[in-house]
């Protein structure tokens, strides 16, 4: 019972110049892999007993491609479909930080205000030492509050009315490091988010979180109200025990719904992901949604570092990885993805994760009905199987002017060295560095060694005001590469001239990894 539906052309959100499109339509490039993903997922399904799962990809903005398996309910068989409504556990914490940062951006609060201002109750906890600073809300924000991880726990404290968890946090936390010092994963500590966008916007937070953010974005079926959802729609959540398939009771939504309480269906979590991969690049341009470009990169960084990852496998070998936690989202880097932004979310009866590549223009979105469905593991694999099309590239940095104008200039001096042009373009460092005369004598030696070369081959920026460009010769070809300096107007403080066998364009610098 799999359904797989190719989805180009469909856009999800009216992203008006979108800068996360790139320069030519990479759909149908990367749809021979969508086959591949379709039985990545569904030979999981299978394995793994999940009763029914969704998923999807999206590319420059736009979900390309749907699959569904299974039934959202075990007993009417009700197909899966692209619009069930699953829940998604942890990852209503991103939807959470937007809220935050929508009233930090209105100037009605600040980050590194501590959060007893908003939350009374925690003006009497006990810190662990004398010299703990006072929680704020960034440390919130990115786990950093030193609360012990609480993820079995967490889960069963949904249903809490707003005078339990204010009994609660009168009765104090108990910290397992001072506040600031260690990422420690804290449901805890994003159900007090909630209660802090409560007490800021003078409303609950399920309904800030439906006027101020889900409205806007149109996510008509996105909601903190499980009883809301049409029975119809609603997938229903199972374990898998005994060799059968046991639905789990519903968790109801309470004061500790901020933390992942929240429901979706595919084309709205896809509808969202989308949104958020559009605030790459930085650019001019008119905003979309509810929260700035420049705030959903900044819930993008890292705030708070976790331990990096080493893993071998048979087939893949050894894979680093650093990062650790943003904003009500998971960051981190690798050398064969570049930056990957995720959340998972985990209940019992529910798994699912959202993950996209900021430099790549890619995401994948997956949902299931079985208790903490596993799904990274699949979402590697869907990516190795999309990047065998040879169309998964990292989008190229914009040049500024004055990049492009010095690498204009410095290919004509190559071509013929000019005293004259030579000082022009040079910060008062490139020579002092380097003698200028010996400058110009590697590269005569270097023409001498190559004959002519052209100006026409491949240009890579790697960022507005750093790049490298192939100049194609007659006996092989030359590499050069320039960084300028922060003057302005912006001259060549690093100039480097080597020699090449190939005129194949350099490697973009977010798939570089430097040991």
């Not at 690049?281 to 819930?299: F, K, N």
């Amino acid at each position: 019972m799999v359904r797989a539906r190719c989805l180009a052309g469909l856009l999800l959100v009216s992203l008006a110049s979108s800068a996360s499109a790139q320069t030519a339509d990479r759909a149908p490039a990367l749809a021979p892999a969508f086959p591949e993903v379709d039985r990545i997922f569904t030979d999981y399904a299978r394995a793994g007993h999940v009763p029914g799962m969704a998923w999807g990809i999206l590319v420059d903005g736009r979900l390309v491609h749907t699959g569904t398996f299974g039934v959202q309910d075990t007993t009417t068989q009700a197909p899966v479909t692209a619009d069930t409504v699953f829940r998604i556990a942890s990852m209503t914490k991103s939807f959470t930080a937007v809220a935050i940062l929508a009233l930090r951006d209105a100037g009605t609060l600040s980050l590194d205000d501590p959060a007893e201002r908003y939350v009374p109750e925690l003006a009497r906890l006990a810190y662990p030492t004398t010299d703990s600073p006072r929680i704020t809300i960034r440390h919130l924000l990115s786990h950093a509050a030193g609360f012990p991880e609480d993820n079995p726990w967490g889960d069963q404290q949904l249903a809490l009315t707003d005078d339990q968890m204010a009994a609660l946090l009168r009765q104090g936390i108990p910290f397992s490091n001072p506040p600031g010092l260690a990422y420690e994963y804290s449901n805890y500590g994003f159900a007090i988010l909630g209660r802090i966008v409560a007490a800021v916007s003078g409303m609950p937070y399920r309904d800030y979180v439906r006027t101020q953010v889900l409205d806007p974005l149109g996510l008509s079926a996105t909601t903190l109200d499980a009883p809301a959802v049409p029975p119809g729609r609603l997938a229903h959540g199972y374990r898998w025990e005994d060799e059968r398939w046991k639905e789990e009771p519903p968790l109801p939504d309470g004061a500790f719904g901020a933390m992942g309480g929240m429901l979706t269906s595919l084309r709205d979590l896809s509808t969202y992901v989308a949104w958020m991969m559009d605030a790459w690049p930085a650019r001019d341009g008119a905003e979309v949604g509810p929260l700035r470009r420049a705030s959903r990169r900044e819930m993008q960084q890292v705030w708070r570092a976790a331990p990096a990852l080493a893993r071998f496998t048979p087939t893949s070998g050894l894979t680093l990885q650093a990062g650790g936690y943003g904003y009500g989202l998971r960051v981190s880097q690798t050398c064969a993805v570049g930056h990957m932004v995720a959340h998972s979310g985990g209940l019992p009866g529910f798994g699912s994760l959202m993950r996209w590549y900021p430099e790549l223009g890619v995401g994948l979105v997956a949902m299931g009905s079985l208790t903490y469905t596993a799904w990274a593991p699949r979402f590697d694999a869907a990516v190795a199987a999309l990047a065998k099309t040879g169309a998964l590239r990292p989008r190229q940095a914009e040049p500024s002017p004055a990049l492009v104008a010095m690498r204009a200039d410095v290919t004509r001096l190559i071509q013929q060295w000019d005293d004259t042009l030579a000082d022009r373009i040079a910060a008062n460092n490139l020579y002092l560095d380097t003698a200028r005369e010996r400058r110009r004598r590697q590269i005569e030696d270097l023409r001498a060694q190559h004959g002519e070369c052209r100006a026409d081959g491949p240009f890579v920026a790697e960022n507005a005001l750093r790049g490298e460009w192939v100049m194609p010769c007659e006996r092989g070809a030359l590499r050069v590469s320039i960084t300028l300096a922060p003057i302005v107007p912006p001259k060549v403080q690093h100039l480097a001239v080597r020699s090449s066998t190939t005129t194949d364009a350099p490697t973009p610098g977010p798939m570089t990894c430097v040991y």
